[in-house]
């Protein structure tokens, strides 16, 4: 995937909105616990690189992949997933980087989602 | 999951998959449970009356594995439709464990 693609795939919002009765508002709470979740678990993915706690990194690495791919996060998802794997085959030692490549893309992550979430 | 199974029970540990599901559950006009993890689940399967359980499988205390092996030897299975969630994590961290 290039740096150039898009942070979110719209197609995965619309499949959620359709799959959650159409509610525009309904998708609003989905993006806003998606985001508020995503900070937490990438405090907890960074203290663990910070702490080389490959069994810390697992379960927010899984959650955030999980959430990510559900939002349609498909390039934050992947980091995660590697972050995920590092955890459960212990190496984590050098996971620092990974877990700021993740963050880096959750911002823009957050930007696509309000931008896509705006009026008009 | 079938027409017949109304009370269903979402185990899931991650919220946003718990709102996800409820709502379009619901918007099927099924009655929803949730539980954030197999503990609860068995509590709840315990309390109420549930036709249908939607189980995730990597979640914190009791996991799905560790979930279904107890609905199979209390025989609450027998009385529920089960569907599985999620696919287990790519590397195992129980080989010796299976669904």
Do not use: W
């Not at chain 1, 998708?27 to 910070?50: F, K, N, P, R």
């Not at chain 2, 079938?2 to 006009?29: F, H, I, P, Y």
């Not at chain 2, 309390?47 to 092996?69: K, N, R, W």
């Amino acid at each position: 995937m290039t740096d150039d693609a898009r942070a979110v795939n719209p197609a995965a919002l619309e499949r959620l909105l359709e799959m959650t009765g159409g509610d525009p508002g309904f998708l609003g709470e989905l993006v806003a616990t998606y985001l508020e979740d995503a900070g937490v678990q990438l405090g907890e993915m960074l203290a663990a690189a910070e702490a080389r706690s490959a069994e810390g990194m697992v379960r927010p690495a899984h959650s955030l992949k999980g959430n990510s791919a559900t939002m349609g996060a498909e390039r934050l998802a992947e980091l995660c997933l590697q972050l995920e794997s590092h955890g459960r085959s212990g190496t984590v030692d050098d996971a620092v980087d990974g877990v700021r490549a993740a963050a880096a893309e959750f911002e823009r992550v957050k930007a696509e989602l309000k931008r896509l979430r705006a009026p008009g | 999951m079938s027409a017949k199974v109304g009370r269903v029970l979402v185990v899931d540990d991650e919220r946003l998959n718990r709102m996800v599901l409820r709502r379009a559950l619901e918007a099927e006009r099924r009655t929803v449970s949730e539980a954030p993890n197999g503990t609860v689940a068995l509590e709840i399967l315990a309390a109420e009356p549930i036709d249908g359980v939607l189980l995730d499988i990597v979640m914190p205390e009791l996991d799905g594995y560790q979930t279904l092996a107890a609905l199979k030897a209390d025989g609450a299975f027998d009385r529920t439709s089960l569907l599985v969630e999620a696919a287990p994590p790519p590397v195992s961290t129980s080989p010796g464990r299976s669904p």
